[in-house]
């Protein structure tokens, strides 16, 4: 087969360097969609007296009319739309066509609904329905939106546990946000049991005006107090693909064996894998040595070996449309649903023991001082000299080597960590943020119930791994960029300038300095974690530098890591459950002509598309992740009601206080209400609720004393009283001025759910965490 030729680069026109004029300035967010103020003056190379004329700029065309603020990024034109947005079915007119709105959009034009080629099997949208699309201008000058995805649930689908209340069979949903009540028929509502769950359409214009809609039961799905339930609401919310068609199964059965035809034999190098004790699926083996040149006296050598799922996943396969749609593996306590059917994720990809397996390998060369100086792909035949977990191989190098790593320790276990302590040189004069974050592990029994929930312990050995995954995907996205192939980039842009500006203000109230002009940094951010680690400020400012972070996602554009401060990063380590890392493989195989298995041109032709439904993939089952374990930890704190526990503020609103407990990190509301007969007010610059009359304060951060009110295993809440006593007023708090008065009071009991864990994406990925991993999201 001819070997295909990737497209040529060409070269982006320089922006116009200086303080933009009126129509300059539109123009550019005309193009871009969207973009915030330190995105604008990085692309105009704006400096101190130029950036503060471009905030008096934009403000004085947002009050004109001429700009609009959109979501938390920044500014657009006035009626303009982003590129890609969440939208919502508000309209259908007299010929039947669909239009859609901006979900976050109240002024935002009306979009055309362009056909969909999946209507033929999976019907057309309806009303309410939401939908991630593109947004594009004919040459009309109309807007037309293409459907890149379906948002799981519909608007007028509702997840719910049924409830039968006298002659009423009634529809609670299981989405705390949810305020669709609905009544079923009574003839279908006639062998339903209380506490089932079940999945019902609203009728619309059925019912009354007021209260419970009328809604129609589709599909009964479990049992509220089922001990699984958890993952399958979580799955059910989120629209998380389930399973594999028959014919990617046929395909995934079809597969064979390894061998060498084509590779390179690296069966003889005692490579290994270290994993979670309990892992099932290993897709990454490492090795190292010194290396024997004796221009690089103390340099050394490290081996990173992939499986090679390119080999058996290709373009136009059943199997790739699935693990496409599917972007991802996602993980729950107590069940993983795969990106790739069972043959291979646990078989044929997964890097066994002793076992002939194909891979994707980079031999990478670092120096005495931890730069790399060189590396190489390689498509091998490898055989893992051994499975290890990550607390055998900790335990080697501490001393007490088991049976299995006695033999590996001189030759194996000694080498990899020699070489660590080398690469640490250079990951250290990179300076990537230094955050902190605590990860629990949920165990769970055979019947699905929730035997403990456990802080994991962070170990060199992840520290290990994770770094030289780190490298190899740096390796990908050099080799890449060399041989000019197309490719899916993980990018992380540097914190907007509002989001800094608001950190500076939060510091300020803690007497701490941080020059407001300053651009972000990532050893500036460490500067300021180091230096407060120690002080009782610690928990607040690494949650805050936490929260100023951006959001790690897809690209088929480069702008950089800033989380790793790196300056290409693209995924290239974990192709059994990332589709980035398959299509990152594919572009290394075309680059270097290691087969006729590589990167097509349908995949090229795909590629920006591929990028964001993979970004959407990632975060429904991250969120999807999140929901089943806040359900699993309701429910193994359900029967702890009245009991008393210890934890710290981590989220201020002006509804109330989150909590979250030290013994099970698990996340709480306290109602504003319950505070005590005192109004308290929201100081956003402070995050902290402020007595309007005596000044005693509740600040992010502070440790408190609570108890358990209530635990609601169905939407995974929890309700705490505060058993503390608020902050007395600091005479010297420079804080902004409070909201105007209001009455904070509730009226009854409060719902509401705690800000999710994990802030930006750079920090966790849906991986290996079901699995009690500690594998990273880099």
């Known amino acids: 087969m001819a070997k295909l030729k990737a497209p040529k680069a060409t070269k982006t026109p320089r922006a116009p360097q200086g303080l933009p004029d009126r129509d300059t300035l539109l123009a550019f967010l005309r193009d871009a969609g969207e973009a915030g103020k330190a995105d604008i003056a990085r692309h105009f190379g704006l400096k101190g007296a130029d950036r503060r004329a471009l905030?008096?700029?934009?403000?004085?065309?947002?009050?004109?009319?001429?700009?609009?603020?959109?979501?938390?990024?920044?500014?657009?034109?006035?009626?303009?739309?982003?590129?890609?947005?969440?939208?919502?079915?508000?309209?259908?007119?007299?010929?039947?066509?669909?239009?859609?709105?901006?979900?976050?959009g109240e002024d935002a034009p009306l979009a055309r609904l362009a056909p969909d080629r999946n209507e033929a099997t999976a019907g057309a949208p309806g009303l309410g329905d939401k939908l991630?699309?593109?947004?594009?201008?004919?040459?009309?000058?109309?807007?037309?939106?293409?459907?890149?995805?379906?948002?799981?649930?519909?608007?007028?689908?509702?997840?719910?546990?049924?409830?039968?209340?006298?002659?009423?069979?009634?529809?609670?949903?299981?989405?705390?946000?949810?305020?669709?009540?609905?009544?079923?028929?009574?003839?279908?509502?006639?062998?339903?049991?209380?506490?089932?769950?079940?999945?019902?359409?609203?009728?619309?214009?059925?019912?009354?005006?007021?209260?419970?809609?009328?809604?129609?039961?589709?599909?009964?799905?479990?049992?509220?107090?089922?001990?699984?339930?958890?993952?399958?609401?979580?799955?059910?919310?989120?629209?998380?693909?389930?399973?594999?068609?028959?014919?990617?199964?046929?395909?995934?059965?079809?597969?064979?064996?390894?061998?060498?035809?084509?590779?390179e034999d690296l069966r003889d190098l005692p490579l290994v894998t270290i994993d979670p004790a309990d892992a099932r699926d290993h897709d990454d083996a490492v090795l190292a040595h010194p290396d024997p040149d004796p221009k690089n006296a103390g340099g050394w050598i490290v081996w990173v070996a992939i499986a090679d799922v390119a080999a058996y996943v290709r373009h136009g396969m059943a199997l790739d449309n699935e693990a496409r749609e599917k972007g991802n593996s996602t993980y729950f306590p107590d069940r993983v649903e795969p990106m790739l059917p069972e043959r291979l994720s646990a078989g044929l990809c997964s890097l066994r023991e002793g076992e002939n397996r194909a891979c994707m390998a980079v031999r990478m060369v670092f120096d005495a001082d931890g730069r790399k100086r060189g590396h190489r792909f390689v498509r091998g035949l490898m055989r893992s000299a051994a499975k290890l977990s990550y607390e055998q191989a900790q335990n080697a190098i501490d001393g007490q080597p088991d049976d299995q790593t006695g033999p590996l320790l001189d030759g194996v276990i000694k080498p990899l960590w020699a070489a660590y302590h080398v690469m640490l040189k250079g990951r250290k004069a990179r300076s990537p943020l230094a955050i902190q974050s605590d990860e629990r592990r949920i165990r769970i029994d055979a019947e699905g119930?929730?035997?403990?929930?456990?802080?994991?312990?962070?170990?060199?050995?992840?520290?290990?791994?994770?770094?030289?995954?780190?490298?190899?995907?740096?390796?990908?996205?050099?080799?890449?960029?060399?041989?000019?192939?197309?490719?899916?980039?993980?990018?992380?842009?540097?914190?907007?300038?509002?989001?800094?500006?608001?950190?500076?203000?939060?510091?300020?109230?803690?007497?701490?300095?941080?020059?407001?002009?300053?651009?972000?940094?990532?050893?500036?951010?460490?500067?300021?974690?180091?230096?407060?680690?120690?002080?009782?400020?610690?928990?607040?400012?690494?949650?805050?530098v936490l929260r100023t972070q951006m959001q790690a996602h897809y690209s088929s554009d480069n702008i950089g890591h800033f989380g790793l401060n790196l300056a290409r990063y693209a995924h290239f380590t974990s192709p059994i459950r990332r589709y980035a890392d398959l299509i990152v493989h594919r572009a290394?195989?075309?680059?270097?002509?290691?087969?006729?298995?590589?990167?097509?041109?349908?995949?090229?032709?795909?590629?920006?598309?591929?990028?964001?439904?993979?970004?959407?993939?990632?975060?429904?089952?991250?969120?999807?992740?999140?929901?089943?374990?806040?359900?699993?930890?309701?429910?193994?704190?359900?029967?702890?009601?009245?009991?008393?526990?210890?934890?710290?503020?981590?989220?201020?609103t002006r509804f109330g206080l989150f909590i979250r407990l030290d013994e099970t990190g698990a996340d709480g509301l306290v109602p504003v209400s319950s505070l005590g007969e005192e109004y308290f007010v929201h100081d956003e610059r402070s995050h902290a609720l402020v007595g309007e009359r005596t000044g005693k304060r509740w600040p992010l951060g502070m440790r408190v004393e609570v108890r358990l009110r209530e635990a609601t295993p169905v939407t995974g809440g929890l309700l705490f009283e505060m058993l503390s006593e608020p902050?007395?007023?600091?005479?010297?708090a420079r804080t902004a001025p409070l909201s105007p008065r209001r009455k904070f009071r509730d009226g009854g009991k409060t719902r509401g759910g705690p800000p999710r864990k994990g802030g930006p994406g750079f920090s966790r990925a849906p991986g290996k965490t079901g699995k009690g991993g500690g594998k990273k999201k880099r």
């Not at 800094?500 to 941080?514: K, R």
Request: hydrophobic share 40%; glycine share 8%; charged share 30%.
């Open 132 to 263: 991630l699309v593109r947004f594009e201008r004919l040459e009309t000058g109309e807007i037309e939106a293409r459907v890149i995805k379906r948002l799981g649930q519909s608007a007028h689908r509702v997840l719910g546990v049924i409830r039968k209340v006298r002659r009423e069979v009634r529809v609670e949903p299981v989405d705390r946000k949810s305020k669709d009540v609905l009544l079923l028929p009574e003839f279908e509502g006639r062998d339903l049991k209380d506490g089932d769950l079940v999945l019902a359409q609203m009728q619309a214009g059925h019912g009354p005006r007021y209260g419970p809609k009328q809604g129609k039961l589709l599909e009964v799905v479990g049992r509220e107090d089922d001990a699984r339930a958890a993952s399958l609401i979580a799955i059910h919310s989120h629209g998380i693909p389930v399973g594999f068609s028959a014919a990617a199964e046929a395909e995934a059965a079809a597969a064979k064996e390894p061998t060498l035809k084509g590779r």
């Open 727 to 732: 902050m007395a007023a600091d005479p010297n």
């Open 588 to 652: 290394l195989i075309r680059a270097l002509g290691l087969g006729d298995d590589g990167l097509t041109d349908g995949d090229i032709s795909q590629i920006k598309d591929t990028a964001e439904r993979i970004t959407f993939a990632e975060r429904r089952s991250m969120a999807a992740e999140r929901d089943a374990t806040d359900r699993y930890v309701a429910a193994f704190l359900a029967d702890r009601v009245g009991a008393e526990f210890e934890g710290r503020i981590t989220g201020v």
């Open 55 to 104: 905030r008096e700029m934009l403000r004085e065309l947002e009050s004109q009319g001429a700009l609009g603020k959109r979501g938390r990024r920044g500014f657009a034109e006035a009626g303009a739309l982003p590129p890609v947005g969440v939208a919502e079915v508000v309209e259908r007119d007299a010929d039947g066509d669909l239009f859609v709105r901006l979900s976050k």
């Open 449 to 544: 119930h929730v035997v403990s929930i456990e802080k994991r312990r962070s170990l060199e050995a992840h520290q290990l791994i994770e770094e030289m995954m780190v490298q190899a995907n740096v390796c990908a996205a050099e080799t890449l960029e060399q041989k000019r192939t197309p490719l899916i980039y993980r990018v992380h842009d540097t914190p907007s300038l509002e989001k800094v500006q608001s950190l500076a203000e939060f510091l300020e109230t803690l007497g701490l300095p941080w020059n407001k002009g300053e651009a972000p940094r990532t050893d500036r951010f460490n500067k300021l974690l180091g230096e407060t680690r120690e002080s009782p400020h610690a928990d607040i400012i690494n949650e805050v």
